[in-house]
């Protein structure tokens, strides 16, 4: 039987890049977006279900097509995430804003893998690992969208409590930080991260893409790694590296 993986933000660069990789991988993926239709195909033993991470019904209902379609769920890979809708200083930072973001990045990201964990120690058997999306931005301040850097710090905890609290069920949670990737999030700020790759920002000089995320996800939810959970991986071209 093939391998059943569940994907949010399956719609986006990140999660769409995490999905094909995957599906090439001959895992069967079931996919989550807000999108009425996913706007571009996928090949390969996939569904999709459209759905608000932040709501509690739709939660369930990802998670119960899945069972119904599969029987089990062996990986989570938890992709879906705002930014602010307006970049708004620390000092000006609204509650709407703020109940916005982390609505979706942790709550319904702490949420759905407890409801997923739940489904999974129900299945004894096969390699069981969930990987959280996080981003640089969990250590990183920008004090132009304050929620967004906390959201994602509250993912990194969320990454440490279910690691924690799964390995004795055999599951795998680990936790991926991004950099500066080049998807729909980032594009509205493509002119000042280009300057900033060009003055020397990031030891290896490009855009990270969604690609080379999903190789990291992949790695860790194929067997590769048996012995490793509770683990931050930058996928960032170094820029965590304190340089003088």
């Known amino acids: 039987m093939k391998t059943i993986a569940l994907v949010t933000g399956v719609a986006g660069g990140i999660g769409y890049a995490t999905a094909e990789k995957l599906l090439a991988a001959n895992f069967a993926v079931v996919g989550m977006d807000i999108a009425p239709e996913l706007p571009r195909s996928l090949n390969g033993d996939f569904l999709y279900v459209a759905g608000d991470l932040s709501k509690s019904a739709d939660r369930e209902r990802f998670v119960k ?26 000092l000006r930072m609204t509650e709407e804003s703020y109940d916005f973001v982390m609505n979706i990045n942790t709550k319904g990201t702490l949420f759905l893998t407890q409801l997923v964990a739940n489904e999974m120690i129900k299945t004894k058997s096969g390699q069981k690992a969930i990987v959280n999306i996080s981003s640089m931005s969990a250590y990183t301040s920008s ?6 850097c906390i959201s994602k710090a509250g993912v990194s905890m969320i990454t440490a409590l279910f690691a924690d609290r799964l390995a004795e069920y055999g599951i795998a949670v680990n936790e991926i930080r991004p950099g500066i990737i080049a998807t729909g999030m980032t594009e509205k700020v493509k002119e000042k991260y280009n300057a900033l790759i060009d003055g020397g920002l990031l030891p290896i000089k490009r855009w990270g893409t969604p690609d ?3 190789c990291a996800v992949l790695a860790l939810v194929n067997g ?8 931050s991986i930058d996928v960032d071209g170094g820029f965590h590296i304190q340089r003088l």
């Open 65 to 90: 097509t899945a069972i119904s379609s599969f029987g089990k769920i062996d990986i989570l890979v938890n992709v879906a995430g705002v930014a602010p809708r307006i970049r708004a200083d620390l």
């Open 143 to 148: 004090v132009t969208r304050g929620e967004y």
């Open 212 to 214: 080379d995320v999903a």
């Open 224 to 231: 590769s790694l048996p012995y490793v959970t509770g683990q």
